[in-house]
């Protein structure tokens, strides 16, 4: 499916299997608390490759990360992957377990892909006030240079925000559309 985003197009593909085999890692981690020494401790489940099934029997293996996805083996994995046109490699953006209706975003390749600027921007804002700051000292010197020390931290923190504005409305379009496509083969049978 072609899907049109801001002035970008991609192709919007599933990979839907039935759990096979999930390893599940668990991890502890100690996290600091305030007031209080020993700290917390908090025990998460992992999965970093779950086994799929497609509905031909051809097995696929989903390597996921930091997810929080939990599926059990038998659930159906509806992936969903994104691949700017005329780019070879599709990115994981999504994974909908069917069968406990839990839906995952994987908002590091979001990030990533719709290259969004937030730290970048705020670094930005700063360089604005080091450039007014640094502005009445070169202008004393060179003028070109001045003006180049004002505009230019002005201009850049102005595109970063509208790419990220963009680039969020994007993400916000591309999650409605893929609900809407979770929602409607929710009720498919899986072969």
């Known amino acids: 499916m072609e899907l049109a985003l801001g002035r970008r197009v991609y192709e919007l593909s599933d990979i839907v299997g039935r759990v096979r085999r999930a390893a599940t890692t668990t991890r502890t981690t100690s996290v600091p608390a305030p007031g209080n020494v020993a ?24 390597h996921i990360w930091n ?64 450039g007014v700051l640094a502005f009445g000292l070169i202008l004393a010197i060179l003028p070109v240079l ?10 850049l923190p102005i595109l970063t925000w509208r790419m990220d504005r963009a680039g969020r409305a994007q993400i916000a379009a591309l999650k409605t559309t893929a609900r809407q496509r979770f929602a409607a083969l929710r009720t498919e049978t899986f072969a």
Do not use: C
């Open 67 to 130: 997810t929080g996805l939990i599926a059990e083996e038998g659930d159906i994995l509806h992936s969903l992957w994104l691949t700017p046109k005329g780019k070879p490699d599709a990115t994981l953006v999504a994974i909908y377990d069917r069968t406990s209706g839990q839906e995952v975003w994987l908002d590091a390749n979001l990030v990533r892909l719709f290259r969004l600027t937030e730290p970048m921007w705020k670094g930005l804002v700063v360089a604005f006030f080091i």
């Open 39 to 62: 700290g917390q401790v908090v025990t998460t489940n992992v999965q970093e490759t779950i086994q799929l099934d497609l509905a031909d029997g051809t097995p696929y293996p989903l």
């Open 146 to 155: 001045g003006t180049l020390a004002i505009v230019l931290p002005v201009l």
